[in-house]
């Protein structure tokens, strides 16, 4: 029987967070040690920082009078953090709430004392982890009952992605400034970790997908490289958008789980389990 193997396809850093985390819940759990997995990490994004000086300027004039500050991943928050080499509530004379979609955000804030001073940053999040994401916070920001005709948002983010959320609280009648601090760079093509997946058994294996752009980007590298070879393969996923995306690109079988990397641990030990033979 051909050994399972995980692809793990986060950028480098959050991926080995991922796979140490997975490795130690593998070791303390019943999965005997002839079935342990394979770990590849195939980081098909890279995630790369704006540094420059204009936008270290910008970003704390932008938020002197703002009323609400959107974090779109924890990458958006490290951006920001770094550039303004400052602590939150020094930003202005009160704290600017903060919202932000998912537990892993949470957490980067977090590592930078937000939202754990004296007088706590207010953070909205979706109090449910099935609802992490745009409408998920938009949900939790109606609760607020404010008059957006009034309120100005800075949304951090990185370049491309969705703009649903600013949409939909420009019509909801926000001033709303959106500031991209970071960039992704596709994997190319011809780097070394592909070569791992050329030599992989595609039907014993479990591809851990957390980005819809990332998950188009390997459909393109797969139609001229391993055509085909994707519908052999599962994934898992931990957003809906993200399952639509696999299934769009050919995967053979989509599994969904909750966000967080708990869930991807625990849906993936399920899946080892249930692949045993």
């Keep these: ?13 959050q991926a080995q ?34 540094n420059d000086t204009r936008l270290a300027e ?12 959107i974090f779109v991943s924890p990458n958006a ?27 892993s955000s949470q957490q980067a804030l977090h590592h930078h004392y937000v939202g754990m001073e004296t007088s706590p940053t207010p953070i909205f999040i979706p109090q449910h982890n099935d609802q992490w994401d745009s409408e998920g916070l938009w949900s939790e920001l109606l609760k607020l009952n404010w008059d957006w005709s009034s309120r100005k948002v800075i949304i951090f983010k990185g370049e491309g992605g969705r703009d649903w959320l600013a949409d939909t609280l ?17 994997l190319d093509p011809d780097s ?3 070569k791992a997946i050329h030599g992989l058994d595609f039907s014993q294996s479990l591809w851990l997908l ?57 849906a993936t030990k399920v899946w080892l389990d249930s692949s045993v033979s």
């Design 1 to 13: 029987m051909s050994i399972k193997t995980i692809v793990i396809t986060r950028p480098s850093g």
């Design 17 to 50: 967070q991922l796979i140490e985390a997975l490795n130690s819940s593998l070791r303390s759990s019943e999965i005997p040690q002839e079935n342990f997995p394979k770990i590849i990490s195939l980081p098909l994004l890279t995630i790369v920082p704006k």
């Design 58 to 69: 910008l970003i704390p004039n932008a938020l002197k009078d703002a009323d609400l500050a």
């Design 77 to 103: 928050i490290e951006c920001v953090m770094r550039l303004l080499n400052r602590s939150w509530q020094d930003l202005s004379e009160k704290p600017i709430p903060i919202g932000v979609m998912g537990g």
């Design 170 to 186: 420009k019509a909801a009648g926000a001033a709303v400034e959106s500031i991209s601090v970071y960039s992704r760079v596709p």
């Design 192 to 194: 070394p970790p592909w």
């Design 210 to 266: 957390t980005s819809s752009e990332a998950v188009r980007y390997l459909g393109q590298v797969a139609h001229d490289q391993f055509p085909q070879a994707l519908n052999k393969a599962c994934a898992l996923c931990p957003h809906h958008k993200i399952t639509d995306a696999a299934e769009v690109i050919g995967f053979g079988e989509v599994f969904t789980c909750e966000p967080g990397d708990a869930a991807l641990i625990e």
